[in-house]
């Protein structure tokens, strides 16, 4: 699903070519900073050596270049506006100004990024390159460090292994990851991996910017030094677990699988939607989440007085919840034990959930029986012998309603 547009907002009054504003900058640094101070009081003070992030184009749009100005300050370089503020140039800034390693980015951009953004993208290839070819010690720039690799690696030049700015095919959004999720027709993760490796791999340079070209070997050797995976909440109405393109575009557990130490990456959420930004790990984003929504009373009663769409709503947050357990690992046990708490063991909420929506209360029940099937869900047997008998309930309820609709018809 491509992104949605922010309401009330003429994109056309925004000059793409002003992003990032100097604005935009001052608070992408404080964002960055805390991500890293954060990466490293948990790293025993060592430095991230790459971090994967995600761009989103409505965000870029909200922010005005936040989540660019982001991927700059990590790479150690500076936009460089001209008279008209229009940012054309970047240079790098230099290591005894910055004070810390030059941090290797992996930027994956939304299709509607690729679509509004062509010059941003170019703005961080080119950054990405010139630290590359920065003549600088390698414990203080992991661009070059890793790119030095890569070329002798895979027998290409500096540049080229410098790629690190990949998108979809042209006309193509999401890696379709939340659809696999969402029919439940994959078996193992490392299918939604291969689903992600195949669509997002196509890579953007500067140098030709007309044509994105799939570099799958590029993408997959990039994502194998990955330590930090990274996305920026866009608004303060989506969260999370709101829709699915946010855990479709997560490469957690690919990037673990990819690395071959079976490390996994530690994977942080940025909150810039308040005017205090907050960094917390994806695991807390998920709990703060469940807590406000799909645990809280509030939220489902208000969900359940929309009628037949509340439960739909309901049940799809549940999936999208399992989008983060598949791609990340990052829902705790308990989550999923109150939410059938809530939902399925109190007999009252699930008569009222069957008698208003029987097909998502339907979906709502496998969608337990499957985060338990894939080992995202421990519970006791009582638990699952309930949904068992509950799922052959709902069959028969909505078999029964069918057919007595067809009687009926004819």
């Excluded at 193992?188 to 992600?196: A, I, R, V």
């Excluded at 929309?306 to 999208?320: A, C, D, F, P, T």
């Excluded at 499957?370 to 995202?376: S, V």
Aim: proline share 4%; glycine share 4%.
């Amino acid at each position: 699903m491509p992104e949605v547009l922010p309401t009330g907002k003429n994109i056309h009054a925004l000059d793409p070519q002003a992003i990032p504003t100097a604005a935009a900058v001052q608070s992408a640094k404080v964002v960055v900073d805390r991500l890293l101070a954060r990466q490293t009081a948990e790293n025993n003070n060592q430095w991230p050596e790459t971090i994967a992030m995600v761009l989103w184009g409505t965000d870029n749009i909200k922010t005005y270049g936040e989540s660019l100005a982001q991927v700059l300050w990590l790479v150690g370089a500076r936009p460089l506006p001209d008279s008209l503020g229009r940012v054309n140039k970047v240079e790098l800034i230099p290591l005894e100004e910055l004070g810390r390693p030059r941090i290797d980015v992996v930027v994956n951009c939304s299709g509607v990024f690729r679509d509004l953004f062509i010059n941003q993208m170019a703005l961080i290839d080119r950054a990405i390159k010139m630290a590359a070819e920065a003549d600088e010690p390698l414990e203080l720039n992991f661009i070059r460090k890793h790119a030095l690799q890569q070329a002798s690696e895979l027998g290409i030049d500096l540049r080229q292994a410098a790629t690190r700015v990949f998108t979809n095919a042209s006309g193509s959004y999401a890696a379709n990851v939340n659809l696999a999720v969402e029919n439940s027709s994959w078996e193992q993760e490392s299918e939604l991996q291969d689903m992600y490796l195949s669509r997002k791999s196509f890579a953007f340079s500067a140098d030709s910017p007309g044509t994105m070209q799939q570099a799958r070997e590029l993408f997959e050797t990039a994502l194998k030094t990955v330590d930090v995976t990274f996305q920026n909440l866009d608004s303060s109405e989506i969260s999370l677990t709101d829709v699915s393109h946010y855990f479709d575009s997560d490469p957690t557990k690919l990037v673990a699988a990819l690395r071959g130490d079976g490390k996994q990456p530690k994977a942080y959420i940025a909150d810039t939607t308040t005017a205090n930004a907050q960094v917390r790990t994806l695991s807390e984003t998920v709990r703060l989440d469940s807590r406000t929504k799909l645990l809280n009373p509030k939220w489902y009663e208000g969900m359940l007085a929309h009628g037949y769409e509340g439960v739909r709503e309901i049940s799809k947050r549940l999936v999208n919840t399992m989008g983060w357990s598949a791609t990340a690992g990052a829902v705790d046990n308990w989550v999923y034990e109150e939410a059938n708490a809530t939902f399925i063991l109190d007999e009252q909420m699930r008569q009222r959930l069957l008698n208003t929506n029987p097909h998502s209360f339907r979906k709502m029940v496998s969608t337990f029986l499957e985060l338990h099937g894939r080992g995202y869900w421990e519970t006791s047997e009582a638990n699952l012998e309930l949904l068992r008998q509950l799922y052959q309930e709902v069959e028969d309820k909505i078999e029964g309603v069918e057919l007595e609709h067809h009687h009926h018809h004819h």
